[in-house]
């Protein structure tokens, strides 16, 4: 499949999913915007990327949107369009509660909330008011939003429903993708008629920065994890939904890990990550070793959290 000429955006294309996805992309020929907050310990992927030639990478964070629009315009003056919008960015569970991701809902305070809700609802909507912009003057363009499987419900029976990850002690991260899915199926909606097609994504548990961290981490705890997935599994997905308008597939929420499967690219075992023998693969390594290493978390707590580490299906996407 060549997207030849297609420019798309994809923030936190840094480290983890976006990274991989930056790399499948260019592998089609398309151009990318490479937006990140931070680049520091991801230098050599930044020279890599721009060492191609159809590569902006941009630094920005998508809370400040001072910061959003000045790499719009860089995007727009080195490209003259944008054509897809991959929202990957994210708060992380393990940003708040590091090293193992973990908190109950009473252990959460407001501040955990803004921050989370501030960066995954509010960002992804400061980014998308951005870079729609250009999409809606072609009259064309894809939206793509990577949520959570965490973050849906499950119906049990006829008008009755459940949570899909309850256990998990994932919030407020699930609470924020939750959100996020919701504001994105409107936002469907109110661009059918205008080009642009809006998509949610669920990638299963994903090998990304700090896995290894988090797997040890779980591991003294006594708990397990489920196992991880190669980033690149949601990579499939992400180029079938960029050349999409409303015209086409808009309004939907995808399993990366089904799609992959109902496509013939095979079930969940063939994108599986093979860890090192310490849990770390080289990339995390190196990562943790720029970010000081990380603590080994309160031992305290396995039984409480064994609940945690048994709920879900393995494919929920259930990300700390
Ligand atoms: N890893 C999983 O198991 C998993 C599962 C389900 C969903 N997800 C989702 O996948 C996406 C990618 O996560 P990942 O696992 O690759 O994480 P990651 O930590 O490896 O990468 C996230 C990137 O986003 C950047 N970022 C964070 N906050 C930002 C901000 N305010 N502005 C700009 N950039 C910012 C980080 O610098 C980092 O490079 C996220 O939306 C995450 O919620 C991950």
Redesign the pocket.
Known sequence: MSLSGLVVVI??????????AAGQFLARDARVVA????WDG?EATATAMESTGRVLVTT?????PDSVAASRQRALDRFGRVDALI??????Q??LFPPHGLASVLETTDQDWNTMLG??VL?TLTVTRSFVAPMLEQGRGSVIV?????SVLQPVAPGVWRGRNTGSRNEP?DAS?AALCNMSLYLAEELRDRGVAVNVV??????????GEIAAARRRLGLTEAP??R?EH?APVLLHLAGQSSAGETGLVIDAVRWNRDHGLGDADEWRHTPLGDGRDQADAR?DEHDGGGDAGDPGQGDDLQQAASAGDGQG????
């Open positions: 923030t936190g294309a840094a480290r983890g999913i976006g990274q991989a937006l990140d907050r931070s991801a920005a964070d998508i809370t400040d929202n990957n960015a994210a708060c992380r393990r940003y960066v995954n960002g990577v949520g959570t499987g965490g991260y993708k669920f990638p299963g548990a994903t090998h990304t920065t700090g896995s991880y997935l980033p949601l990562q996407g259930d990300c700390p």
